[in-house]
């Protein structure tokens, strides 16, 4: 098999139709392609697990976050998956709309790299 995708954690029950959605990136927005300041008012989340024997990393994961507006942004960065699931699970619990910032920084670690995260706003 040459590539399969399978949803492995999602913030909410998803209609089939959403599973199929989400499971690709073709209607999907690449963070780290967007130019400028990019804010997103999460309404949920998914993580996808996918296996791409044509891809570099044969075994990959993506991290899907869904705008309030419907827009399906998604990394693989691992560092902006850790920011944004500690602000999801905190702000889950408040009944308050809010918004985050992704950002790119400078690597510490390794020369000339940098790595994306993400902040409350």
Not at 5 to 22: D, G, H
Not at 45 to 54: A, F, R, T
Not at 95 to 108: C, F, G
């Amino acid at each position: 098999m040459e590539y399969t995708a399978n949803i492995v954690e999602c913030s909410k029950e998803l209609t089939s139709r959403e599973k199929l959605k989400y499971m690709t990136t073709e209607d999907s927005v690449n963070m780290s392609q967007v130019e400028g300041e990019l804010l997103i008012t999460p309404d949920f989340y998914c993580v996808v697990e996918v296996h791409n024997e044509k891809s570099q990393d044969v075994d990959y994961t993506q991290y899907h976050v869904i705008d309030k507006d419907g827009t399906d942004y998604y990394t693989g960065s691992q560092s902006f998956w850790n920011a944004f699931k500690r602000i999801f699970d905190v702000m889950s619990s408040e009944d308050e709309e809010y918004q985050i910032k992704v950002l790119e920084k400078p690597s510490n670690n390794i020369k000339d790299r940098t790595f994306l995260t993400c902040t409350i706003v």
